[in-house]
């Protein structure tokens, strides 16, 4: 079954320093890769995409993702976070043997920045 | 755009009653919406997949009759939590599709809680 591993369950991190947040899914087919971020007590918001073209997807706010189907990972990075930045993380992918119609979660990364 | 409401954002009750909670895309029309569970600090679980004018498909392990779902308009999805009881306490969070594209936008959620 298709399955999505964030291997990092917390993350912190200090302002101004860059993250990296982990994600590796499982599928030998072509998928779509997804990043949602969720503030407290608040739903998903779609944070960047990977449906197809250049492997290198960037959201508004600073935050990149490289698709690298090599070694089945889509990690998530940002090269200087604020304090805003503080939420949960969760990658997602659609496609292979769970079908487009269905996204498949990761457990979640929590980043917490700090001053 | 993509904006996906839900009504109401918290909503305490008593156990044994029932509880509908809506899930409307405001600027967009939604074939398929999707309804999530998530449990704290943990991720989403997929309970049911709804199309506008059709029965919805539930995943494995989620009660039918329990959870019922009505998707009766290219805007509107309702789940509703029949004979409630304390275990059914979450986070429930919908989500809304375009036809033909592969990027789902989430509401913000509903907490329900049964005493």
């Known amino acids: 079954a298709q399955s999505v591993t964030q291997l990092d369950s917390q993350v912190p991190v200090f302002e101004e320093a860059p993250v990296e947040l982990r994600c590796n899914y499982s599928s030998s087919v072509s998928v779509y890769l997804f990043w949602y971020v969720q503030y407290p007590n608040q739903g998903l918001q779609l944070l960047l995409k990977?449906?197809?073209?250049?492997?290198l997807v960037e959201s508004i706010n600073g935050f990149e993702a490289e698709f690298n189907k090599s070694q089945t990972s889509f990690h998530l990075r940002k090269p200087s976070v604020h304090i805003s930045d503080t939420a949960e993380y969760f990658c997602a992918v659609s496609g292979a043997s769970g079908g487009y119609n269905k996204l498949i979660f990761g457990a979640g990364t929590r980043l917490a920045v700090h001053p | 755009g993509a904006v996906v409401s839900q009504h109401p954002s918290r909503v305490i009750c008593k156990s044994g009653t029932s509880v509908k909670i809506e899930c409307r895309s405001l600027d967009f029309q939604a074939t398929t919406m999707f309804w999530y569970r998530q449990f704290p600090k943990q991720s989403l679980m997929l309970m049911a997949t709804s199309n506008e004018g059709s029965k919805a498909t539930y995943e494995q392990g989620v009660e039918k009759d329990k959870f019922l779902i009505n998707h009766a308009s290219l805007t509107l999805s309702t789940l509703t939590v029949t004979s409630a009881h304390p275990e059914d306490s979450s986070f429930y969070i919908c989500?809304?599709?375009?036809?033909?594209?592969?990027?789902?936008?989430f509401g913000p959620g509903t907490r329900l809680l049964v005493l």
């Open positions: 989500s809304a599709r375009v036809k033909g594209t592969e990027t789902q936008y």
């Open positions: 990977y449906l197809s073209g250049s492997t």
